[in-house]
């Protein structure tokens, strides 16, 4: 099941011809995915880095914009597990303006994780294979 959360675009968020500067919807991304740690796995991805020393970066991008993003646009950043695997899931996120419900974009990333220590890959914990929905659990 998706979990979104929404983001107001800032006028620092624009570039010069004023759209939300691309890099600006990564970060919007990883906005929902520490939001989704929060909320669907019951650990702040703060705690997640500093406790528990397990990140989950990204290493395979695929986005696709579709409509531009302006300064004062409310956004739903909806995100959502497709695929756990052994050491990496599949998140997909789309980003919908609330005005109008149009799609702006929408990508999908493979995030691994990785023991922060080590810098090496390990296998998924657990305790989040029933967060990222895997039946398998």
């Given amino acids: 099941m998706p979990f979104s959360t929404r983001i107001k675009i800032r006028f620092g968020d624009t570039d ?3 759209l939300v500067y691309y890099p600006n919807i990564f970060h919007y991304f990883h906005i929902a995915m520490e939001e989704f740690f929060s ?12 406790a528990e020393r397990i990140g989950f ?4 991008i695929q986005t696709e ?10 956004l ?3 995100v959502f597990v497709s695929r756990p695997g052994r050491t990496s899931a599949i ?3 789309r980003v919908t303006r609330v005005s109008d419900g149009q799609l702006c974009a929408q990508s999908t990333q493979v995030h691994v994780a990785m023991n922060l220590d080590t810098r090496r890959p390990v296998p998924l914990p657990e305790k989040f294979r029933e967060a ?4 398998a659990a």
């Fill in 16 to 18: 010069p011809a004023g």
């Fill in 39 to 50: 909320t669907q796995c019951g650990v702040g991805y703060d705690q997640l880095l500093a």
């Fill in 76 to 78: 739903d950043v909806e």
């Fill in 132 to 135: 990222f929905g895997d039946d």
């Fill in 91 to 93: 998140f997909e996120y």
């Fill in 65 to 74: 914009f579709r409509a531009p993003i302006l300064y004062g646009d409310e």
């Fill in 57 to 60: 970066p990204t290493v395979n």
